[in-house]
């Protein structure tokens, strides 16, 4: 069926075409003719190759939403992190209710108390002000925290990149509020600035928590505001020094919610601080490749055919190469794909030839 | 200079081999001859390619020192971390030490307390044992560990990644022990397991440290086996309860080398982990890339020149675009960079041309 598709859209593409006009090089240098085939390097075909522009990158931290549906089954889920995240916050909240009397410290209520000290655990804060008191609930802790620092670490980051990307348009909308701003601009804007919105979007984000949490420790918790911002510090820090924490049932409900948030956005602020030094120090390094001499040594490597002169997708290629961006092994694997769709082995493919070749893996 | 030796190496290279040969469209399909055409796409030239193997990748977890000399100006030395955290401490030291009558809690000497509580909250483990009494002393604890946070966060880290490195050539050494080994079959094997190897060598070093960490809390704090392996736990963790903790000078000196060394290697341990898993990830998008289907949109997208047929170029270039390892923009910056040094505009670069545009824009 996909097949017939195939041939039928592309039957006017004869084969005889794959002698291509543009791959062969000009009779004669100075011709005009050659323009076209150094320009089609520059050519930005819509949107199949748009789809492509997700940058694969460490902290999962990609693009918007409507970018990622091609590669989406290679990132875990928003609903997959929610799942994760509520089965370990249950299982610790009743492990903890179960051995609630070997625990000491300040006490409100009882299931209260033991979400309360799931999240100080999970989040690494450990204010001290409940503190396991016998061998079982200790390792019990120390399991707890191991695991909840992973889970925090590693996929609640994700899920605030996800968030943080659903309020970059508006973020770019407020912006530009005096300009006329279409869907377009804005994707495009938040494209090029990518890294700096999701940084500018965490510091308000965390601003704001800051602010919510000084104004309400100090108020229910009944310190001064100095007090309730060194403890709002101590505790989205995760350093917990304990001497000031959340001693009241009310205080205890709001950090249920307040710490896990915040104590991710900071984590967050430092890797975008982190994302931007590399994007520059990455900038940095593609202007110098782009820029520096060519010795001897790199003419010889980049000629990859031996024939004396650099063609421009041999020089495409080394300095792909050279910044880092592709290994030889990209091209090899890439290469053996292209020999199994040229089944006539013309060194070209057409669409007729593709239809053929994936026709026959299917069969096989 | 260099173009004079670019011109001595390279004189025997004529210009007008820029016909490439290579690059001639075969004039028969199934013709001998084009096997070259596709082969060196796979070629592996020695040195200058394999020195840019280096992946710039998101942590700065790179490659052996060996490799790194080219682009060693675009990383934080391991001096400069160095420096770093040692004005640190010796200014969190300083002010710490200063003001030591607004500290309240378990004293021992003066000036180790000080590095003591300057480590505990520049790791974030904050015990609560030595905690601020004073405004001033709060705000400073504040200040304190957002930038410890950073400095342990982006820096250290570099650090480990550095001191791990180093240690994987004895590591690969001692697991081929019974088997002869010379240095090139060490850095392949290195190089292409690399994240488990790194992976391997923190997971021993968290173990020594865990083990050490034990027996001397155990030891010099006089506390059992299971609540120094607790205190272990909480510290490496940064959880700090504080219920247990370092309380004698002895504990206190260790605490200052062991706390630091370890948390890091926690967290590093959750890096690679990390990476392990994205490098897995991207190996599937990798595999998914190349064998899926080319529906029609996919092959006009790939046909950048529109001539009915694939070349290999072409179809390298695609695919890594679909990969996501480059973008339009990436070309678009090489291309131009192509046409500067094209100064016949024959669409070839020849060693000549590269030397005499060289030559021409040292004069400008």
Redesign the interface.
């Known amino acids: 069926m996909?097949a017939t598709?195939?041939s039928l859209?592309?039957k006017n593409?004869?084969k005889q075409?794959?002698?291509?006009?543009?791959?062969?090089?000009?009779?004669q240098?100075?011709q005009k003719n050659?323009a076209?085939?150094?320009r089609?390097?520059?050519?930005?075909?819509s949107?199949?190759?748009l789809a492509?522009?997700?940058?694969?990158?460490?902290?999962?931290g990609g693009s918007l939403p409507r970018f990622k549906s091609k590669?989406a089954k290679?990132?875990p889920s928003f609903k997959q992190v929610t799942i994760l995240l509520a089965v370990y916050l249950g299982l610790g909240t009743l492990c903890f209710y179960l051995v609630r009397h070997q625990i000491k410290g300040k006490k409100t209520h009882g299931l209260l108390d033991a979400v309360y000290f799931c999240v100080v655990?999970m989040t690494?804060?450990?204010?001290?002000d409940l503190?396991?008191n016998s061998?079982p609930t200790?390792?019990l802790?120390?399991a707890f925290?191991?695991t909840g620092?992973?889970l925090c670490?590693?996929i609640l980051i994700k899920a605030a990149d996800y968030l943080v990307e659903k309020q970059e348009v508006h973020l770019v909308k407020a912006l530009h509020m005096h300009q006329k701003i279409g869907p377009t601009d804005i994707r495009n804007e938040i494209e090029a600035n990518r890294v700096k919105y999701k940084l500018l979007m965490i510091l308000v984000l965390l601003l704001l928590l800051i602010l919510v949490g000084t104004i309400f420790i100090a108020r229910v918790e009944k310190m001064g505001f100095?007090?309730g911002?060194?403890c709002v510090?101590?505790s989205i820090?995760?350093?917990?020094?304990?001497?000031k924490s959340f001693s009241t049932e009310a205080g205890r409900v709001f950090a249920v919610f307040w710490i896990p948030t915040s104590t991710i956005c900071?984590a967050q602020l430092?890797l975008y601080?982190?994302?931007l030094?590399?994007e520059s120090?990455?900038r940095?390094?593609?202007k110098w490749v782009?820029?520096r001499?060519?010795?001897?040594?790199?003419?010889?490597?980049a000629d990859?055919?031996d024939?004396?002169?650099?063609?421009?997708?041999e020089?495409?290629?080394?300095?792909?190469?050279?910044?880092?961006?592709?290994?030889?092994e990209?091209?090899?694997?890439?290469?053996?794909?292209?020999?199994k769709?040229d089944v006539?082995?013309?060194?070209?493919?057409?669409?007729s030839e593709?239809m053929r070749a994936?026709a026959s893996q299917t069969e096989s």
Chains 1, 2 share one sequence.
């Open positions: 996909d598709k195939l859209v592309f593409n004869a075409h794959s002698i291509s006009g543009l791959l062969s090089p000009p009779p240098p100075n050659i076209p085939r150094r089609r390097y520059r050519r930005c075909r949107a199949p190759i492509n522009f997700v940058p694969p990158d460490k902290n999962g590669y290679f990132h655990t690494t804060v450990g204010y001290g503190v396991p061998v200790k390792l802790a120390c925290v191991f620092m992973a670490g590693l100095v007090d911002f060194y510090c101590s820090t995760t350093l917990g020094y304990g001497d900071v430092f601080l982190a994302e030094y590399t120090r990455q940095s390094l593609v782009l820029t001499r060519m010795t001897p040594e790199d003419f010889e490597a990859l055919d024939d004396g002169v650099i063609s421009a997708d020089f495409i290629i080394y300095k792909l190469k050279e910044m880092g961006k592709i290994s030889q990209d091209i090899s694997h890439i290469m053996d794909e292209f020999e769709l006539d082995q013309s060194g070209t493919l057409s669409a593709i994936q």
